[in-house]
Every structure is written in structure tokens, then in C-alpha cells.
């Protein structure tokens, strides 16, 4: 954790102190009254098996002597991170206590954004340390993939789950759907942050996307229609999932994965794929593009950082 030092110093407080159902390394109390205890707190988790480190406001109330978690709120992206700084500035400018809201802003937004660029820098050096690893999994999947018709297709499931990455740098997380409402099941959800998630349906490498007459094959048909059905269950359940469940998966796009690659049919794939809102369809060949070009944008960026280490 040698990458958090100046985040434990602006959050010096024990973690194991804080009521959090979750592991929390390091926090900082904000307000402790009564009946409610706030704090910011940076948190350990688990997702898809792998360590991940979220910036986290948390709200406990006490109730028969025990602190509930009543708020949460994830801070770990730059995107909304920003936009509550933009808020939070304009309502100090239009409130009647502008001056004296003024000065904890100006501390506050500091020191908001030092953190947020700690989480930033821990996130990039953990990406790179990750590489030679990255593009083993890339060279395993490549395997997997030319091995004969007899491998599982539950393996091919599991290392796309496990290394969800592979369908780009901007997804975060991936989650296994276990709602029980949820008739019929999609494979696996990846999620973007601010908690936007992806629907991610998998077919067999071998399907053939188009018939010979150019028209799509029963197997492509079977997949747009079982991800259609999904996109509208969750647009009819939206509120009761994410209050079962505590997802927030509103107009969630569609990945269908199928078949490999033909560069015959490339412009017939993408003439077929625009007639159907939100759905994206991949071949596995697309899949192995995206990770290829993820390690690509990684190693790309390391050595930016060295040229402008040299620069100053």
C-alpha cells in the first residue's frame, strides 16, 4: 500500500475504528454528533476476485446502540467527482453564508482532489504492473480459442469473466446476476463507472453470424432476441432491482459475443448492428482487439510519464 502514503496522511484515522461492513484502510471522521457518525473512508473490496480500492462518503446512524450504514456514496471517479465540486461551488456562490462557505470549499475541493488523484496514480501503476500478466491472459484466451470444438464453453465463460478487462479499460467491475426475479439469465453484467452497467451475452465461438444468402444466421437472431428480452426486463424492473440488489442498471447497453471474424462480412455486421438500439455484437476476434489495444493504451501511457519525468 506504499502507494497511498499521501492519502493516509490526509486520512489518518484507524480504519478498523469505522462501523463499515467492508475492509476500511484508512478514514477520516467529518462529523460525529448524537445520532449520526460521517466520515470519509478509503475501502478494500473484492470484486471478480480481485482486490479494488474505493473512495467512499459514509453516513451511520445509531439505533439501539449500534451504528446502522444509512449513506454511502462512491467518490472514486474523476468524472462525477468533478461534477460535485461544479455543484457544491455554485451553491456556496448563491447561498447568504457565501463567505464563510467559501473558505472550507476552497480546503475542501484540495484536498478532495489530491485524493482523487492518489486513487488515480495507485489505479495507473497497478495497471502496469499488471501488463506482463495481461498479456499472458491474452495469449491463454488466443489458445482457448483455437482449440477444437470439444472445449467447454463454460471455460471460455469463466476467462472473460475473470479477465473482464478485456472488452476495454473502462469497465471496472463485473457481477454475476443473482436477482431472483431475473427470468432467464444474462451471463454477466461489466460495470463503468459512475455505476453504469453493460449487459454481456456469450455465444459460441464456432456460431456463423450470416447465412450464405447474407442474412443472419439462426443463432445471431436467437442472441439479439434473448438480449432484447433482457434490455426490456430491466427497463420494466428498474426500481425494484436496484432496490433488491443495489445496481443501478438503467439503459444498460448490449454485448452479444459470437462467432470469429470474417472480413466479408464486416460491413454486413455493422449495417445489421445499427438497426437495433443499444445492442453491440462482437466476435471473439473484436474481444482479443480490445484487450490487445487496453495493454497497447498502458504501456503507451508509461511512456509518456517517463518522457515528461525527463522533461522537468
Known amino acids: 500500500m506504499d502507494e497511498f502514503n499521501v492519502l493516509k496522511q490526509l486520512l489518518y484515522e484507524d480504519g478498523k475504528k469505522f462501523p463499515a461492513k467492508v475492509e476500511v484502510v484508512c478514514g477520516k471522521t467529518l462529523s460525529f454528533t448524537k445520532d449520526w457518525w460521517k466520515a470519509i473512508v478509503l475501502v478494500k473490496i473484492k470484486i471478480g476476485g480481485k482486490d479494488k480500492y474505493q473512495l467512499r462518503l459514509y453516513g451511520w446512524h445509531l439505533k439501539n446502540g449500534e451504528y446502522k450504514t444509512r449513506q454511502k456514496f462512491n467518490i472514486s471517479s474523476v468524472n462525477y467527482a468533478g461534477e460535485i465540486l461544479n ?9 447568504p453564508k457565501k463567505g464563510r462557505l467559501t473558505t472550507a470549499y476552497d480546503k475542501m475541493a484540495k484536498q478532495l482532489l489530491t485524493m482523487q488523484a492518489e486513487l488515480n496514480k495507485a489505479r ?12 499472458s491472459k491474452i495469449r491463454k484466451f488466443e489458445k ?8 467447454k464453453e463454460k471455460e471460455i465463460q469463466n476467462s472473460l469473466y475473470d479477465e473482464f478487462w478485456m472488452f476495454g479499460a473502462r469497465y471496472r467491475s463485473v457481477h454475476k446476476e443473482t436477482w431472483a426475479g431475473m427470468k432467464g439469465r444474462n451471463d454477466f453484467l461489466i460495470e463503468m463507472e459512475p455505476g453504469f452497467y453493460d449487459i454481456v451475452e456469450l455465444k459460441k465461438p464456432e456460431h456463423k453470424l450470416f447465412t450464405k444468402n447474407k442474412t443472419m444466421s439462426k443463432e445471431l437472431k436467437d442472441a439479439l432476441s434473448q438480449m432484447a428480452r433482457y434490455r426490456d426486463y430491466y427497463s420494466k424492473h428498474y426500481l425494484s432491482h436496484k432496490e433488491q440488489t443495489g445496481m ?30 443499444r445492442i453491440e455484437i462482437l466476435t471473439y476476434d473484436d474481444v482479443l482487439d480490445r484487450s490487445k489495444q487496453t495493454v497497447i493504451n498502458i504501456k503507451n501511457r508509461k511512456i509518456k510519464e517517463r518522457i515528461s519525468k525527463k522533461k522537468n
Open 87 to 95: 455543484s457544491l461551488q455554485i451553491f456556496i456562490q448563491e447561498s
Open 124 to 135: 495507473l501503476k497497478a495497471q502496469k504492473n499488471r501488463i506482463p500478466d495481461m498479456e
Open 144 to 151: 482457448l480459442l483455437k482449440q477444437p470444438l470439444k472445449r
Open 248 to 277: 443501478d442498471v438503467l439503459y444498460p447497453l448490449g454485448i452479444i459475443v459470437i462467432g470469429r471474424r470474417k472480413e466479408s462480412e464486416r460491413n454486413l455486421l455493422r449495417a445489421h448492428e445499427s438497426i437495433f438500439h
